[in-house]
């Protein structure tokens, strides 16, 4: 601590640096896996282990070709278009589309977050990424035929869809409202994240 009760300064940076997703996940994952081993014993957590292997192989390819699809929607569209359909000045319309490609979107987690990192790091706005992402959670006509509809049938897939159709537009329209600023800043113009 300096005299005025602050940390210093090589100590903030290093924790700006900490990817505090992964270390809250990895801090849950192995103090889970300690208590597991203690309380239970290796007869009990290894199956365990041996299934998250199982899982953590079967998923790496999957985040792989999220990856490269999000590599290659870059090379195969442009800054300036991404900008202008999806980025900060495209206004309602850009919500929609986002929301649309979204709920559009045949694809898993592992496709779905890589990608709409690639559209930020490329020009597309944070309000344009929530409501792509919301499009695809709350919309997605893939879900719908393939889970919902022969578990609620489809009235109430249409009125569940009906009521959550402005949502990703909702979202992405807070998402831009400039309180947020601090918390997750603009990119500014030809910034490229990725």
Not at 20 to 26: E, L, P, Y
Not at 27 to 52: C, F, H, M, N, R
Not at 63 to 76: N, P, Q
Not at 136 to 160: T, Y
């Amino acid at each position: 601590m300096t005299s005025d009760g602050s940390l210093p300064r090589r100590v903030l940076a290093v924790l700006k640096k900490i990817d505090w997703g992964f270390a809250i996940v990895a801090t849950l994952s192995l103090g889970s896996a300690s208590y597991v081993l203690w309380k239970e014993g290796w007869a009990v957590a290894q199956p365990i282990l041996a299934e998250d292997f199982h899982l953590l192989v079967s998923i790496l390819p999957k985040v792989a070709l999220g990856c490269l699809i999000g590599a290659l929607i870059r090379l195969l569209i442009s800054r300036a278009t991404i900008e202008k359909y999806i980025g900060e000045g495209s206004g309602l319309a850009g919500l929609a589309l986002a929301a649309l490609i979204g709920m559009l979107f045949p694809a898993g987690p592992f496709t779905i977050f890589p990608l709409a990192v690639v559209l930020m790091a490329s020009g597309a706005d944070r309000g344009a990424a929530i409501a792509f992402i919301s499009g695809w959670l709350l919309l997605g006509i893939n879900r719908a035929i393939i889970w919902e509809m022969p578990f609620f049938g489809p009235d109430f897939v249409l009125f569940r869809f009906v009521i959550s159709a402005p949502m990703p537009m909702l979202l992405g329209l807070l998402a831009r409202l400039p309180l947020f600023d601090r918390l997750m800043p603009p990119a500014s113009k030809g910034e490229d994240k990725a």
